[in-house]
């Protein structure tokens, strides 16, 4: 079955340190994004690409950095720069510009303490 | 710039009964798509229907239908006959062109049914 798989489900850190949180589709999609969700809130985006090698900052890049040097792979890494990183992370995919819903992960939460 | 917002941050219903969880949206786009996601507890976002600009009818996908009024800028989700596995989270969320096709979400309502 195509889908998006974000590993692990649950992820912990001590300040001070990087984590890679790992999303990968099957879905041929060109477009990915990274969303954060906290505690009864919405969800925010970090970043996203539109195709291989590019990728763009969305509402709340600071202390994340990203890489899609593969269709298929679009890992987030969380800096000792993002000042409060503990957080509900989902991974997204979708067709390159259009109107066609996004296809999420099950989400990784990152908890640092 | 997208926005979108749900003033409702909870809202309950009976069993059986109908709810209608409302949506408002803001954009410059000429041509752009709504979605509504059911967040459950369990975390994954799950894809219930989506409304295009220019369609002349409101979308339906089982019990979920949605409610365009394009002049309004409102695009609520109605669901008919609620179940208890219904109680979850809803968003609201857009997407168009000047906004680079990223998908805009709103705060989420808190549905509850009861039995």
């Known amino acids: 079955d195509g889908g998006i798989t974000q590993s692990p489900k649950y992820l912990f850190r001590k300040e001070g340190q990087n984590v890679t949180l790992s999303c990968e589709q099957n879905l041929n999609h060109d477009a990915m994004y990274w969303y954060r969700q906290d505690p009864g809130q919405g969800l925010r985006l970090i970043y996203y690409?539109?195709?291989?090698?590019?990728?763009q900052k969305g509402d709340i890049a600071e202390g994340y950095s990203v890489s899609r040097e593969k269709k298929e792979s679009f890992p987030l890494t969380v800096t000792s720069a993002q000042k409060n990183p503990t957080a509900f992370y989902l991974c997204?995919?979708?067709?390159?510009?259009?109107?066609?819903?996004?296809?999420f992960g099950n989400g990784t939460r990152l908890t640092v303490t | 710039a997208q926005k979108i917002t749900q003033t409702q941050p909870g809202m309950f219903v009976q069993e059986k009964e109908a709810v209608t969880l409302d949506c408002t949206y803001d954009t410059s786009d000429p041509s752009y798509g709504l979605f509504w996601y059911k967040q459950p507890s369990s975390g994954e976002m799950i894809f219930l229907i989506y409304q295009g600009s220019y369609d002349q009818q409101n979308a339906t996908e089982g019990r979920y239908s949605l409610n365009f009024q394009k002049a309004r800028k409102s695009a609520n989700l109605v669901i008919s006959a609620s179940q208890l596995g219904d109680s979850a989270m809803y968003f609201c969320?857009?997407?168009?062109?000047?906004?680079?096709?990223?998908?805009?979400f709103g705060k989420g309502t808190l549905l509850t049914v009861n039995p």
């Open positions: 690409s539109q195709i291989v090698n590019d990728f």
């Open positions: 997204a995919s979708s067709i390159r510009g259009s109107h066609s819903p996004l296809h």
């Open positions: 969320a857009m997407r168009g062109a000047r906004g680079n096709y990223k998908l805009t």
